[in-house]
């Protein structure tokens, strides 16, 4: 079946660097656009970061740019997301989520791993 | 950034009744508009799209209406299983810039 499986999250400190994978199964990978988006304690979801089915063209939310890197790997069906920097205020659950595509267009997210915790704290 | 607020906070409804969850963003985003359901541990499930459009196997007490800046989600008959958090996201325009409300809690009365 259709899944995502997120893995890499952790403990660590201000300052530090973090890199996510999430692994895709079930669907081609190469296919879909795919996205992180992220959830800190108590706070809305917040939308992190997209690159297209290529990995030719990338996006980031305006609170993570400059120190996230998307990328992936089509022939590994593997999302990832290297993080740099981090603040306490990246402290979140991480998830991957595919695209709903509908006639070729975006309409929200239909697939979503389990997500993976991302703590920064000292 | 298009700033999307729900109301109310939280919504206390007994089983069988009606619940009624609102969204509006702060500029129109047409249809653009999505609807999740989150419970503790799990991840967002996507309800409802283009503002009307039930994603597939999503019950069909759970009905969209709106369009531009104002957006319910409607619950017909509470089940109680329909507990949760429920958040809407717009994702109107390009490039990405996609945003979610503060999310609804639905307490089961």
């Known amino acids: 079946q259709v899944q995502l499986v997120e893995s890499g999250g952790g403990l660590v400190k201000p300052g530090g660097s973090l890199r996510l994978s999430c692994a895709a199964s079930g669907f081609k990978f190469s296919d879909y656009f795919m996205a992180w988006v992220r959830q800190a304690p108590g706070k809305r979801l917040e939308w992190v970061s997209y690159?297209?089915?290529?990995?030719?063209?990338?996006y980031y939310g305006d609170s993570v740019k400059g120190r996230v890197t998307i990328s992936r790997d089509n022939a590994k069906s593997s999302l990832f997301l290297q993080m740099n920097s981090l603040r306490d205020e990246d402290t979140a659950v991480y998830y991957c989520a595919r695209p709903n595509q509908v006639a070729g267009l975006y309409h929200g997210f239909d697939v979503w791993g389990q997500g993976t915790t991302v703590t920064v704290s000292s | 950034e298009v700033v999307v607020t729900q109301s109310p906070d939280t919504l206390s409804v007994s089983p069988g009744e009606r619940a009624t969850l609102s969204c509006r963003a702060s500029q129109s985003v047409h249809s653009d508009l999505a609807w999740y359901q989150k419970k503790p541990g799990q991840s967002p499930r996507l309800l409802i799209f283009g503002a009307s459009t039930r994603a597939t196997g999503v019950p069909a007490r759970f009905s969209g209406r709106g369009s531009g800046t104002e957006f319910t989600l409607t619950i017909s008959s509470l089940q109680s299983e329909d507990f949760g958090v429920y958040y809407c996201?717009?994702?109107?325009?390009?490039?990405?810039?996609?945003?979610f409300g503060q999310g609804t809690v639905v307490e089961i009365k």
């Open positions: 690159v297209d089915g290529s990995g030719g063209s990338i």
């Open positions: 996201q717009q994702y109107f325009g390009w490039p990405p810039a996609w945003t």
